[in-house]
C-alpha cells in the first residue's frame, strides 16, 4: 500500500508559494499559483514537449541581441509573491541568466507561451489567460494542440488583452516588436485521441 506523502504546512494566504514547491517537490507536479489558487499539472506528455521544443528551435536563432528563450521559468505577479505563473516558454532579457531569483518581472517578459494540455478546461484556460493580462504581460500566446489552432494575446488593459488573433496550424503567428519575426505552426503536433 503506497502513502500519499503529507504536505506540510496547509495553505492559507501569505504561504501559497511555499506549499506550492512542497507539492511539487512530493509529487513532481507543475504547481502554479493563481490568483490565490494552487493549480496543478502533470509533467508535459510527448507531444506537448513537441510544440514548445518546436517553438524554442524557431525562436532562437532570431531573437533580438539581450533576449534568450527560457523554459521553466516563473512570472510573478506584481506586488504578490506569492502569485506566480510558470509559462511553458517564456521570453526575457538575458541578465535572467545570472539572476539569483526565481520569479520574473512581467514587465521584463517579451513573450509568454501556453500549450494546453489535453485535459484542460475551457475556463482554466481563460483564467490563465485573464492572469498574464492582469499581470502585464505584454503578448500571451496559447496553443492548443487538441484543436490545432492558437491564440496571440497583445495589449493588456485593465485586467484583459485587447488584441486577440486567432489563427491554426498552418498560419503563421506574427509576434510583434521587439521580437518583430513570424512562427511556423505548419509542424506542431496534435494531440492523438
Do not use: C
Request: aromatic content about 6%.
Amino acid at each position: 500500500m503506497s502513502s500519499v506523502p503529507r504536505i506540510r504546512p496547509k495553505p492559507r494566504p501569505g504561504n501559497l508559494r511555499e506549499v506550492a514547491e512542497k507539492i511539487e517537490e512530493a509529487t513532481g507536479l507543475r504547481v502554479q499559483v493563481l490568483g490565490g489558487k494552487l493549480v496543478m499539472s502533470p509533467t508535459p506528455r510527448g507531444r506537448h514537449a513537441g510544440v514548445i521544443r518546436s517553438l524554442r528551435q524557431q525562436i532562437e536563432p532570431v531573437l533580438p541581441d539581450g533576449l534568450g528563450a527560457y523554459e521553466v521559468s516563473s512570472v510573478m505577479m506584481p506586488d504578490d509573491r506569492d502569485d506566480y505563473a510558470t509559462p511553458d516558454l517564456v521570453v526575457l532579457p538575458e541578465s535572467w541568466d545570472v539572476d539569483d531569483d526565481w520569479l520574473a518581472d512581467p514587465r521584463d517578459v517579451a513573450l509568454a507561451v501556453e500549450v494546453m494540455s489535453p485535459s484542460e478546461k475551457s475556463r482554466d484556460i481563460r483564467d490563465k489567460t485573464d492572469w498574464y493580462a492582469v499581470a502585464g504581460v505584454a503578448v500571451l500566446l496559447v496553443v492548443d494542440p487538441r484543436k490545432g489552432t492558437w491564440a496571440l494575446h497583445t495589449r493588456p488593459d485593465n485586467g484583459a488583452y485587447k488584441d486577440v488573433l486567432p489563427g491554426k496550424y498552418g498560419e503563421s503567428v506574427p509576434l510583434p516588436e521587439p521580437l518583430g519575426f513570424e512562427v511556423a505552426t505548419g509542424g506542431f503536433p496534435v494531440y492523438g485521441s
